[in-house]
């Protein structure tokens, strides 16, 4: 179990303690195991739900599924970080659910059924070790680990691309977030040892080897904030006043990835000052992941890591999603010269930030960039190098 392809990346121990606690809670016949991964963004953010580009790679923390299918209709679950054991009904479902952990995996079943697919009655254990809140996509990690482990139960053949779909229309729909497709999509498709340019329209993919020269570091502030989902609504909301604006100039424009700089400086006098400046950060945001997929196939960390900064100082400035934590630590990170390019990844307020480092210095960088931000914040803050791994499997 702790030496296969489909176990690769992950801590052994996590995988022990998800199996022992199933055995311990669900005694009987041996049951299976899903795994998959939380991700990092390399740079493309607040740009899925603008049909446009991201640069995901998943990363070797994950959430863990261990699954036997029952005879009846109950979603009977466990969970280990919060110790508890609750069930639902499947026939019952129906969305709105909550945003607890049941109901990532209930909404995934709901999410099933609603897509006409056939659903059974499991008993799960859920476990994982995506830090939660952190920016690291646990959520989607949870609903394409239990997405993997219905699709076993069912005998339907794993469709990466679909089930992707299926946790975001869980996600949406049932726990109630409005999220664009990223973080599904690279939980559930990545591939090891490559980031993913994913086109969030076509949802047309291009794999992106990562230099072996270079590294790329998790970087968690340690800030957590709540506010996060009604500032992302609000962000979306600025997207869409603006698409509105430009679609009635404009045939053709359906979202702001149709918008080119040009055309959006000259309807700036139409727009609202606030919604001009989050669509001037969506706008160049977009053609990047494209161009840091150009520089990473072309070795050129410095053009890569100069994009990242390009990319921080954008949300920074004009989408306004990042905080002193994240600032700092993208600042530090900079300060050290291993460092090629540091910003903030996911939707912001908190959580990770993620640098692009040579290769040779790891080990000084993250000991160098945590000494100086323990000395300026108090927050359990933690640095870890992350290689691209594979997206959701089964352990069998
Ligand atoms: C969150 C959402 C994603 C994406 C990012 C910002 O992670 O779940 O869909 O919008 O924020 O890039």
Redesign the pocket.
């Known amino acids: 179990m702790t030496d296969s392809p489909a176990t690769r990346g992950i801590d052994p121990a996590l995988l022990h303690r998800a199996a022992a606690r199933f055995a311990d809670r669900f005694p009987g016949p041996a049951p299976r195991m899903t795994v998959a991964p939380g991700r990092v963004?390399l740079i493309?953010?607040?740009?899925?739900?603008n049909d446009g580009f991201?640069l995901p790679m998943a990363i070797g923390r994950a959430a863990v599924v261990v699954f036997r299918p029952r005879a009846d209709r109950v979603l009977r679950g466990h969970s280990v970080a919060y110790d508890e054991t609750r069930e639902v009904r499947l026939d019952a479902l129906t969305p709105p659910g909550g945003h607890d952990w049941l109901s990532y995996v209930a909404g995934v079943a709901w999410a099933f059924a609603d897509e006409g697919l056939a659903t059974t009655g499991l008993d799960v254990v859920v476990d994982g070790d995506v830090p939660i809140g952190a920016?690291l996509?646990s959520?989607?990690a949870l609903e394409l680990a239990t997405a993997r482990a219905m699709a076993a139960a069912t005998g339907l053949a794993w469709d990466p691309v679909r089930m992707a779909r299926l946790g975001?229309k869980a996600?949406n729909r049932y726990v109630g977030?409005n999220?664009?497709?990223?973080?599904?999509f690279a939980s559930a498709a990545c591939e090891g040892g490559k980031a993913l340019l994913l086109d969030c329209r076509s949802l047309a993919t291009r794999p992106a080897p990562l230099p072996e020269t270079a590294a790329v570091v998790v970087m968690d502030t340690g800030a957590r904030r709540s506010l996060a989902g009604s500032a992302?609504n609000d962000r979306r909301a600025a997207c869409e006043r603006v698409v509105a604006e430009l679609a009635r100039r404009h045939a053709g424009v359906r979202a702001l990835r149709d918008v080119t700089s040009a055309q959006l400086e000259a309807a700036r006098s139409g727009l609202d000052p606030v919604d001009f400046r989050r669509a001037s950060h969506v706008v160049p945001e977009n053609r990047r992941p494209v161009e840091m997929a150009e520089a990473l196939a072309a070795g050129d960390l410095v053009r890569a890591g100069r994009l990242m900064n390009d990319s921080h100082a954008s949300l920074r400035d004009l989408y306004e999603v990042s905080c002193e934590e994240l600032d700092a630590m993208t600042d530090l990170a900079r300060q050290q010269p291993s460092c090629f390019g540091a910003r903030m990844?996911?939707?912001?307020f908190g959580g990770c930030a993620v640098a692009l480092v040579d290769a040779a210095s790891v080990g000084a960088f993250c000991d160098a960039v945590l000494a100086g931000y323990r000395a300026r914040i108090e927050l359990p803050a933690a640095l870890y190098p992350c290689r691209p791994e594979a997206g959701a499997r089964l352990v069998d």
């Open positions: 963004n493309g953010e607040h740009t899925d739900y991201v920016g996509s959520s989607a975001q996600e977030m999220c664009g497709i990223m973080d599904q992302y990844t996911g939707a912001g």
